[in-house]
Antibody, heavy 120, light 107 residues
Framework: EVQLVESGGGLVQPGGSLRLSCAAS????????MNWVRQAPGKGLEWVSY????????YYADSVKGRFTISRDNAKNSLYLQMNSLRAEDTAVYYC?????????????WGQGTLVTVSS | DIQLTQSPSFLSASVGDRVTITCRAS??????LAWYQQKPGKAPKLLIY???TLQSGVPSRFSGSGSGTEFTLTISSLQPEDFATYYC?????????FGQGTKVEIK
């Protein structure tokens, strides 16, 4: 069974940093591209970042470019999101999401999400 | 960026109703569109991709159609477990974008 379990969320002050982790199991993690998608409270879905299976290709949404860094450790079956210079508008549930092998940007499995709250 | 506009944003319907949700893209995206269902406090679930291909395990009462700039998600006979928020997503180009969502509530 495919499982994606996020951790690392919490309350942080504006300007602060946080590192999210996603532990993957039930599939060959090193074969799949991965994404982070977020959802502000009561709002819709917003794609945040993408990393290819080998980490050779990385993309970011304009809203986080220069502040967030995506990475992965295939030996540890783990995905990460380092978030710096956090702003109030970064407050959201952050989902770790697996991209299908057959369709770019299509997500077939999502984690349960981890809440990040940016507030003083 | 490609903008996706869903209509309606809110829909009130009864069990057994036929429900249709529309997603319009700001430019042509061929059939590169997916639909997700999200229930409160839960992660989204993939329903349909390539505009009309049903994801494995999804009930056949769900169907999708369209190409280019206009797409529809249809639920042929609404069931109690279908009350949720539905999102479209374009898969055509970077950055991937989502519609604003359509909340389906019980009448």
């Amino acid at each position: 069974e495919v499982q994606l379990v996020e951790s690392g969320g919490g309350l942080v002050q504006p300007g602060g940093s946080l590192r999210l982790s996603c532990a993957a199991s039930g599939f060959t993690f090193s074969s799949y591209s991965m994404n982070w998608v977020r959802q502000a409270p009561g709002k819709g879905l917003e794609w945040v970042s993408y990393i290819s299976s080998s980490s050779s290709t990385i993309y970011y949404a304009d809203s986080v470019k220069g502040r967030f860094t995506i990475s992965r450790d295939n030996a540890k079956n783990s995905l990460y999101l380092q978030m710096n210079s956090l702003r109030a508008e970064d407050t959201a549930v952050y989902y770790c999401a697996r991209e299908t092998l057959y369709f770019d940007w299509l997500i077939d499995y999502w984690g349960q999400g981890t809440l990040v709250t940016v507030s003083s | 960026d490609i903008q996706l506009t869903q209509s309606p944003s809110f829909l009130s319907a009864s069990v057994g109703d036929r429900v249709t949700i529309t997603c319009r893209a700001s430019q042509g995206i061929s059939s590169y569109l997916a639909w997700y269902q999200q229930k409160p406090g839960k992660a989204p679930k993939l329903l349909i991709y390539a505009a009309s291909t049903l994801q494995s395990g999804v009930p056949s009462r769900f169907s999708g159609s369209g190409s280019g700039t206009e797409f529809t998600l249809t639920i042929s006979s609404l069931q109690p477990e279908d009350f949720a928020t539905y999102y479209c997503q374009q898969l055509n180009s970077y950055p991937p974008t989502f519609g604003q969502g359509t909340k389906v509530e019980i009448k």
